[in-house]
């Protein structure tokens, strides 16, 4: 991710997303997140101390995450992580690591996707992404 004046654009952009769900009732992710009460460290709403705070661990790939979902945007409730290790870490999620790791177990033994769907109670493509390694690595 591009540098431009000495801010980091990924780092900037998670900050201005953060503020928007937390701030913005027209923001397409307001209900999850400023509707449900959560909200951000009130020296975050300034960037240059979210940056002072993330940005020294922020890794190219990686998205802001907070590691209590019911918890507010803080330092020490925020993370860098991948898309794979959010969807592990959101409020819908339906299966444990040991879960993830046994669907992949039946699916390289041939079992059929659509009853392990049916079995763990999740989806055809749920399933697919666990035997592919897509989601759960």
């Excluded at 928007?20 to 923001?27: K, L, N, Q």
Aim: net charge positive; proline share 2%.
């Amino acid at each position: 991710m591009a540098v431009r004046n000495g801010v980091n654009k990924a780092v900037y952009y998670a900050w201005v997303n953060l503020k928007c769900r937390c701030d913005t009732p027209s923001c397409n992710r307001f209900y999850t997140h400023g509707a449900r009460g959560i909200s951000y460290d009130p020296s975050w709403a300034f960037y240059d101390n979210f940056a002072r705070d993330m940005e020294p661990s922020w890794r190219e790939g990686l998205t802001l995450d907070r590691i209590d979902n019911e918890g507010n945007y803080c330092k020490d409730n925020c993370r860098w992580a991948t898309y794979a290790e959010q969807n592990q870490n959101s409020r819908n999620c339906k299966l444990t690591k040991a879960q993830a790791e046994e669907i992949a177990i039946y699916y390289h033994h041939g079992v059929d996707k659509h009853l392990l769907a049916k079995e763990f109670g999740v989806s055809e493509r749920t399933i697919r992404n666990i035997g592919k390694g897509r989601s759960w690595v």
